[in-house]
């Protein structure tokens, strides 16, 4: 790490160094970061505000038979896009489109195990990191697949409990809202995807496949979680350390071979031990460490 140390420690201009310009730097980016993320906050809420004040508004267990879940809102528009979560607000939206009533309580089904579990704040606290972390481009690849964990994860949920009929017909609801959304138009832009939860084309391949065969969860091999596991505590318990030599405070000093090659022990009758450099002598109190070490010792 010492090249490392040296390059940000490099001054530029007056006690300005490398270090300083990547710290202004990055701060910057935390600004303008924090800035879209304070802009599509209020963007989303203007947007959420709209939609209610033109929705139907339902209670969940006026269209659930079977309801398990907290009487949620539920708001229906043709503002809506997609079925969806938006904002913190405990409330699903759906789109004024025509669906069965099995495709209907799949749907809120889904809708409310995201409300469950809160993954409108877990995709917060994922913006948060990519607004700290804006420099480090896997950030990025985590932004894009956290939508298709939380999807996947509430598809779990939900069908957790059904038999294998249930889960394909849910897996046909998947299929049925996407070919129905489609070539519906909405008002919410994607720079707000942050505080939504809804459907998404995109990933809704691997969503049927996962449901058709859940046994995918279980291809990762065992050995690598296995090691992946021990890498976090293997890698506290070893430590490498450079080697370096700072030459202004070895000035004047000896390296320990030349100490012991320049250098050697008397050993007086009476026991005691003297340390001598060829100029002058020194008392040793213990002169153990240095015989080990290998220096001369001479009888007196």
Not at 16 to 28: A, D, E, R, T
Request: proline share 3%; hydrophobic share 45%.
């Amino acid at each position: 790490m010492n090249p490392l140390t040296n390059f940000l420690g490099f001054e530029i201009f007056n006690g300005l160094n490398v270090l300083h310009i990547l710290i202004v730097i990055w701060l910057v980016g935390v600004l303008i970061g924090m800035g879209r993320y304070v802009q599509n906050i209020i963007s989303a809420k203007k947007i959420e505000d709209r939609i209610i004040q033109n929705s139907k508004c339902y209670k969940a267990s006026e269209i659930l038979n079977h309801f398990i879940y907290p009487d949620y809102d539920v708001y229906i528009s043709t503002y809506i896009p997609s079925p969806m979560v938006l904002g913190l607000k405990k409330c699903i939206l759906i789109p004024d489109i025509f669906f069965t009533e099995s495709e209907l309580a799949n749907i809120l089904n889904h809708e409310m195990q995201h409300l469950k579990q809160n993954d409108i704040l877990f995709k917060q606290v994922i913006a948060m990191l990519t607004i700290l972390y804006w420099w480090f481009p896997p950030i990025y690849w985590l932004r894009k697949n956290v939508n298709l964990y939380i999807e996947v994860r509430a598809d779990e949920k939900v069908t957790e409990s059904l038999n294998s009929i249930a889960t394909l017909e849910y897996a046909e609801t998947l299929v049925n809202v996407q070919k129905k959304i489609h070539t519906t138009d909405g008002i919410i832009s994607s720079n707000l995807s942050t505080y939504l939860i809804g459907e998404s084309l995109s990933i809704l391949s691997y969503r049927v496949n996962y449901l058709l065969n859940k046994k995918i969860k279980q291809k990762t091999n065992k050995i690598l979680l296995f090691f992946l596991f021990l890498l976090p505590i293997l890698s506290n318990s070893i430590i490498f350390e450079p080697y370096f030599e700072n030459s202004n405070s070895l000035d004047g000093t000896l390296s320990e071979q030349a100490f012991l090659n320049d250098n050697y022990l008397i050993q007086h009758q009476d026991g005691t031990y003297s340390l001598f450099n060829g100029k002058e002598a020194f008392y040793i109190d213990n002169p153990n460490d240095l015989i080990k070490s290998g220096i001369k010792v001479v009888k007196e």
